[in-house]
Every structure is written in structure tokens, then in C-alpha cells.
């Protein structure tokens, strides 16, 4: 199926003050499994709803290669029912009455499908999402995750092009989120469909997508893979919302004993023209040591006391006091510190991003900059 398009798109409801979607130019690749990631209300499910048909938008165009959905200067809307796409909802929305058989059926026998081929694409998307031992039952004796898969199965027997997920794994537990996220990678890499997935989970778009779209306050922030979203956030507001723990951000500024002075000088002398409005740093980026001579040459470094360190399991969250700054640093080592033990904390310069007063990234780095270990380190906490 050829790529979606939204160009100019803008969402506003009767009485409200601000558009839910503004100005949105998108493109969703053919094949590809793009979130929409944002808090609530930014406009993700405005957009998903739009796609689908369900809302039609104030201004702007909507088209599917050169088929045209949606066009309010031309007056264009195709309905819902004739865009072939499938659509679940937070929701699962099965008949109670149904089987899960006839759950999975009923977008066929709407279509008016025949009955032999009914049971056949029923049987093949149950097998799909592996509950076709359930076929017999009824909704109501089926866990959350099962009722889930039902949902999804339903959907993917119609064999849709595109399939369109608002939200869909909110309401189970972590670990049958988990799992269902495996499963909604693996259909999606089976069945080479397009996806729009609607989620304000990160996590969940981390580890599904082939393509994140960020949005805030009804605006489209950032475009990009996932580990490129991670790595150079396009903004303040997509570094801070995509990772957890979040980003460390610290205004920059003159005060000559603070964090913020300190990073101003830091930020002077080996970052390109252009003062930066507040740097960041990933708490996987903030290394700890016990002294400065473990720290490579180049990199920035400060005086840290270690206020509280949270195990994982799998890791350690410390939080610090930096100078007059609170800051998270995660390890997969033990740090062997505890409250107030006094520590160095550092970072190589590649891993501060620099933002400006306006919150846009600043890429200012010198190339030259090149931290290099220190000859036969002491063992460094993390």
C-alpha cells in the first residue's frame, strides 16, 4: 500500500480554544509501524481518528499514495467503511453475545463474505494471534490479554491494509503488555501491513516502532527511528519525554559556584559559537567515578553527594546532589556507595545535547573534542 500523507492538517472542535491538531505534515511510510507518542491531549488520537475516517479534518488534506481520503478545499471524504483499514480501540468493543468465533467473524459477515471462506480467515487470524483454542468461548470467560487478541483478530480477518491502534494494551498488566507487544511486532513483520499505533507509553514506541512521531499541544515535534529520536531528540521537549528515567535538564547561567556556571564554561570552551539556553544529559550518560583521575580527559566533570540509590535489578538508579543541582544516574554496576558519600560525576561531551533559549537543539560540538582515558584508570563505579 502506497505511503499516507497528512498535508496541512488541522483539527478544531466546536467551542474550542486551541485546534486539537495544528499545521500537521506527515507521512507514514508503506510497511512501516509508526507511533504517534505524546501526552494526553496532544492530538495523537484526533490524528489516528482522522486517518481512520471517524473525524473528518478542518483544514488540509488526507491521501493514500494518490488516492485523495480527505480534502476540505476540494471537498473530498471517503467514509470509514470504504478506506480499508482496521481499527481497535482501547476498548476491546466485542459482542458479548458472540463467540470469540463469531467476534472474528462479524467484519466478514458485515462485507457479506461467504460462509466456508468466513470460517477459513477466522480460523487463520485466530491461529495468528494464538487463540484459536478459544474459539468456542464467549468474551466474558476470557482473560484481558485473550480479549485483546480476540480484538485484534477480528481486525486482521478482513485483511486490512492499513491497521490503525488506539491505545490497545492500556488496560492490561505489565507483563501481558509485555507480551503483547511481542505479538504486535511479530504480526506486523508476518503480515508486512502499515500500522499507526497510538500510545503515551515510550516504552511501548521504544520498542515496537520503526518510526516515532512525537507530538505536543496538538503540534508534530519530531519524525524519526527510534534509536535516532533517542540519540538526538530535535527538541527540549522530545529529550525530556522520550527515556526513562528522563533526561537530566539543567538551565545554563553565570552563577560562578552552580551547575549552571559550571556547565557554562564547560559548554564555552569546547562547544561550537552560541551559548546554549540548558544542557541535557541521559542518566546512562552521567558516569560516576571516585575520583577525578578516572575521569577521561576532555569530558565534563563535577563534584556529586549521593542522596538515595534505588536497585532495579537489573540496574541502580542514584540520585545526586551535583553542586547546587539534583540529578539521576543509572549504572548496571554496583555503585558501592550509599547516602551521602561524596563521588565524581561525568560525561563525555558527545553525550550533552544543547538546547537554546527556544528549546530547538543546538548541534555545536567541536569534532575535535575527543575525551581519552586516563592511562591505567582505577576502577570506576560505572
Known sequence: ???????????????????????????VPDGSFTCLLGPSGCGKTTTLRMIAGLEQPTLGEIAVGDRVLDSVRRGVHVPPEKRDMGLVFQNYALWPHLT?????????RMRKVPAARRKTRAKEALEKVRVAECADRYP???SGGQQQRVALARMLAVDPDVLLLDEPLSNLDARLRLEMRTEL?????????????VTHDQMEAMTMATHIAVMSEGEL???APPMEMYERPANRFVAEFVGSPPMNIVPVGADPDGLAGSLRRYTEKHAGPGTPGCVGVRPEALKLARSRDEV??????DDAVVETVLPTGSSWTVQLRVLDTEMFAVT?????AGPGDRLVCWASPRRLHLFAEDGS??????DAVAPAPKAAPAKAVS
Do not use: C
Not at 470469540?100 to 466478514?108: A, D, H, I, Q, S
Not at 537543539?361 to 567541536?366: G, Q, S
Open 361 to 366: 537543539r543546538m548541534d555545536a560540538w567541536d
Open 221 to 223: 515535534q519530531q519524525v
Open 185 to 197: 511486532k511479530r504480526i506486523h513483520e508476518e503480515t508486512g501491513a502499515t500500522v499507526v499505533f
Open 1 to 27: 500500500m502506497p505511503a499516507i500523507t497528512l498535508s496541512g492538517v488541522v483539527k478544531t472542535y466546536p467551542g474550542g480554544a486551541h485546534p486539537a491538531v495544528r499545521d500537521l505534515d506527515l507521512t
Open 296 to 301: 577521561p580527559d576532555g569530558a565534563w566533570s
Open 100 to 108: 470469540v468465533r463469531g467476534n472474528t467473524e462479524f467484519g466478514l
Open 140 to 142: 466474558s470467560q476470557l
Open 332 to 336: 548496571h554496576e554496583d555503585p558501592e
